[in-house]
């Protein structure tokens, strides 16, 4: 049996795009992933005592509302688990950064959750506006190169 792979594959553009996404909504995710962990007893029982689980589906004329807000925390938790597996190959893939400037612009562009003027300005006093962007790029282009690397897209359009 021949078995033939690149050993560096390269991201496609729509992978690149994906990451420049998944980077995009990083700190989101973290924040959310954090209040999940604090909070999801009561969210639990707020989806049990409100209103919220009453009608999963709006085609129900009868609900359960117990089974439906078992599934709607089953739905929590299992997007719990999307944002953990999506931000823990990103913060892997970034500490494998070749270029420091690059990572250290994705870092605090991305994982910091700065925005790009803000980026700009901390980073002015080292480089121009036109080497951070291109150092963004370079470092969200090495970010999807991994995560093609580590097999995240073949697992990424899971759905629930």
Do not use: C
């Not at 909504?25 to 909070?39: G, I």
């Not at 085609?59 to 823990?88: G, I, M, P, S």
């Not at 980073?123 to 093609?148: H, P, V, W, Y």
Request: aromatic residues 12%; without cysteine; glycine residues 2%.
């Amino acid at each position: 049996m021949v078995w033939q792979s690149e050993l560096f594959p390269k991201a496609t553009k729509v992978e690149i795009q994906r990451t420049k996404f998944l980077l995009s909504k990083y700190r989101s995710m973290e924040l959310l992933m954090a209040d999940f962990e604090k909070h999801e007893e009561d969210m639990r029982q707020v989806a049990v005592d409100g209103e919220i689980a009453r009608r999963i589906d709006q085609e129900d004329l009868h609900a359960d509302k117990t089974a439906n807000a078992a599934v709607l925390a089953e739905k929590q938790r299992w997007v719990y688990q999307q944002y953990r597996f999506y931000t823990r190959h990103l913060q892997r893939a970034a500490v494998l950064i070749h270029d420091e400037e690059a990572r250290k612009a994705i870092e605090f562009r991305y994982l910091k959750g700065y925005s790009f003027t803000e980026t700009v300005l901390f980073f002015r006093s080292s480089m121009s506006d036109s080497t951070i962007q291109r150092r963004l790029t370079e470092g969200t282009e090495s970010i999807a190169n991994t995560l093609k690397l580590l097999g995240f897209f073949e697992r990424d359009d899971v759905r629930f």
